[in-house]
């Protein structure tokens, strides 16, 4: 589901992404839009804020970890027992390939240039989506979103679980949440 996070109160989204959590059997996507179109905002009665407010407020939604440079975010996520993969285009080896038994941080570099070598050069492997015909590429948010999908896919299957959190943490994670949000 698509969320413009200036226009719903974080306690209903929680709420409804719920309900699409439970009907989906585990299958739900999450894209938060902080905004960019006044008419969008205008048709809620809201406000569109300036750009860095609206990342600000965007940010009671998720927990932004922030790194100085690629090797102290790639240090951080390997000391925390993540592998990283990198999406690089042409590559042989498909994100079904992959090993989704541990957490996995997966980098996706931007539509026209891609990662930089130095982000190839610190995956622990690399990978690509299968492009079928006259296609050469995806959008960054189509293909983080087939990625994303397909990863959520492997991770249950190697877990044999429909998620990483038993209900304990679960409760805590929503706990907080909700706690963040008010």
Known sequence: GTVHTPIFNPVLAAKMMVAADHAGHGRFGLNLVVGNKDEEFAMFGVELLEHDERYLHGQEWLDV???KTLEDAVESLRRDGFVIYAAVPGSKISVDDLNFARPAAVMMGNEHEGLTGAAIDAADRVFGIPMAGMTASLNLSVATALIAERAAALRR????SEGDLD????????????????
């Open 157 to 160: 299957r190697a877990l044999r």
């Open 65 to 67: 970890v922030r790194h």
């Open 167 to 182: 209900a304990a943490e679960q409760l805590a994670l929503r706990a907080r949440f909700y706690a963040t949000s008010v």
